[in-house]
């Protein structure tokens, strides 16, 4: 008989926490029957389709929603995001209960939803998990929730993503292609990021590519768009972008595991990020030099920019960074350690 999973996620879209069950979905093992339980839809209901049965509620079909969730007959009651632990935590469900941590509590809802609200967020969404098997996305994250919340329960699994697949790449001459993707918002701190390039690109054969959009794009579209800095706007396939790119950069103010890094690392591409826990996290799970990291000023910034610009050996980085994500970062050992969670509770 099939061990019986239900995976609960806020929707169907493309988003960070969704992707990442979306993965952990397609790369279990075959003798799991899974089923999803979605509080919305969206444009990957396809693809989590080919692997599990979906159900969609409205988020006010509440009773519905926990009937179906207590009566199912699953084994393992896995939720995603705090809206969907919620629904777990008021299912009263009588088998094992996980949720995935994927960022840092209050840090991240501060500052995405405001200080009151997100501080709110925080606590409600620590207290519905209290008692569930709880997966940190990365170790940062793992030790931040034993060492700040005294949460019991608690191991990391890091964030693991697909390998791209293979497409010709396009040499660019002497030029150096530097690439952001993400959310262009204050939390991610694209402005820095660009702010540094205009000052440092003077007389580089350099370029910035921007992919992504959000609430701070039309300002920075107005401000820093130039011959030298190029916005591409959302997409649902960056890799085709990116593909021909050379490194990757992130200033970001506070991270989970970021999947924009090592799906960059996946295709071969270094990185310079700002100095927070789960980017050092990153740069020291590989003992050969994959990228830099930065002291969150501008001008450590762009003394990264100078370093990278200038090694002389930028075949190696990018090796070093794929090499990383295929030994600590990729989909198949991402699932199989949720796997070995599984059979172990």
């Not at 701190?189 to 959009?213: M, P, T």
């Not at 401000?223 to 050379?246: A, M």
């Given at each position: 008989?099939?061990?019986?999973?239900?995976?609960?996620?806020?929707?169907?879209k493309?988003a960070g926490p969704?992707?990442v069950?979306l993965?952990i979905?397609?790369?279990?093992?075959?003798?799991?029957d899974?089923?999803v339980?979605?509080?919305n839809d969206g444009?990957r209901?396809?693809?989590?389709a080919t692997r599990?049965k979906?159900?969609?509620?409205?988020?006010?079909?509440i009773?519905?929603?926990?009937?179906?969730?207590?009566?199912?007959?699953?084994?393992?009651?896995?939720?995603?995001?705090?809206?969907s632990?919620?629904f777990?935590?008021?299912s009263f469900?009588?088998?094992?209960?996980?949720?995935?941590?994927h960022?840092?509590f209050e840090?991240?809802?501060?500052?995405?939803?405001?200080?009151v609200?997100?501080?709110l967020?925080?606590l409600v969404g620590r207290?519905?998990?209290?008692?569930?098997?709880?997966?940190?996305?990365?170790?940062?994250?793992?030790?931040?929730?034993v060492?700040?919340?005294?949460m019991?329960?608690?191991?990391?699994?890091?964030?693991?993503?697909?390998?791209p697949?293979?497409?010709q790449?396009?040499?660019?001459g002497?030029?150096?292609h530097?690439?952001y993707?993400?959310?262009?918002?204050k939390?991610?701190?694209?402005?820095q990021i660009?702010?540094?390039?205009?000052?440092?690109?003077q007389?580089?054969?350099?370029e910035?590519?921007?992919i992504?959009?959000g609430?701070?794009?039309?300002?920075?579209?107005?401000?820093?768009?130039?011959?030298?800095?190029?916005?591409?706007?959302s997409?649902?396939?960056?890799?085709?972008?990116y593909?021909d790119?050379?490194?990757?950069?992130?200033?970001?103010?506070a991270?989970?595991?970021p999947?924009a890094?090592?799906?960059?690392?996946?295709?071969?591409k270094?990185?310079?990020?700002?100095?927070?826990?789960?980017?050092?996290?990153?740069?020291n799970?590989?003992?050969?030099?994959?990228?830099?990291?930065?002291?969150?000023t501008t001008?450590?910034?762009i003394?990264?920019?100078?370093e990278?610009?200038?090694?002389?050996?930028?075949?190696?980085?990018?090796l070093?960074?794929?090499?990383?994500?295929?030994k600590?970062?990729?989909?198949?050992?991402?699932?199989?350690?949720?796997?070995?969670?599984?059979q172990e509770?």
């Amino acid at each position: 008989m099939k061990n019986k999973i239900l995976f609960i996620v806020p929707s169907l879209k493309n988003a960070g926490p969704v992707n990442v069950c979306l993965t952990i979905i397609k790369n279990l093992p075959d003798f799991y029957d899974i089923e999803v339980l979605a509080l919305n839809d969206g444009e990957r209901k396809g693809e989590f389709a080919t692997r599990a049965k979906v159900t969609i509620f409205k988020r006010t079909a509440i009773l519905q929603a926990l009937k179906f969730i207590r009566k199912g007959g699953f084994s393992v009651v896995h939720s995603h995001c705090t809206v969907s632990d919620i629904f777990n935590y008021f299912s009263f469900a009588s088998v094992p209960q996980v949720t995935t941590i994927h960022n840092y509590f209050e840090v991240d809802f501060v500052q995405t939803k405001g200080f009151v609200k997100g501080m709110l967020e925080g606590l409600v969404g620590r207290f519905m998990i209290r008692h569930f098997y709880k997966v940190a996305c990365s170790n940062a994250v793992m030790k931040h929730c034993v060492s700040h919340h005294a949460m019991k329960k608690v191991t990391a699994i890091p964030n693991g993503v697909e390998q791209p697949r293979s497409l010709q790449h396009q040499h660019h001459g002497n030029v150096v292609h530097y690439f952001y993707l993400g959310v262009l918002n204050k939390r991610k701190n694209v402005q820095q990021i660009l702010e540094a390039f205009e000052i440092w690109c003077q007389g580089k054969r350099a370029e910035l590519h921007i992919i992504g959009s959000g609430t701070d794009e039309e300002h920075l579209r107005s401000r820093f768009n130039n011959e030298k800095v190029i916005f591409h706007g959302s997409t649902d396939q960056p890799y085709s972008l990116y593909k021909d790119f050379d490194c990757f950069i992130s200033a970001s103010h506070a991270e989970g595991l970021p999947l924009a890094l090592i799906e960059s690392m996946a295709s071969g591409k270094t990185f310079i990020c700002s100095d927070i826990e789960p980017h050092r996290e990153v740069l020291n799970s590989w003992e050969e030099k994959s990228g830099f990291l930065f002291n969150k000023t501008t001008s450590g910034l762009i003394d990264c920019l100078d370093e990278h610009y200038f090694f002389n050996d930028k075949a190696s980085l990018s090796l070093n960074a794929k090499n990383n994500y295929s030994k600590n970062y990729s989909a198949k050992k991402m699932a199989l350690s949720y796997s070995e969670l599984y059979q172990e509770i």
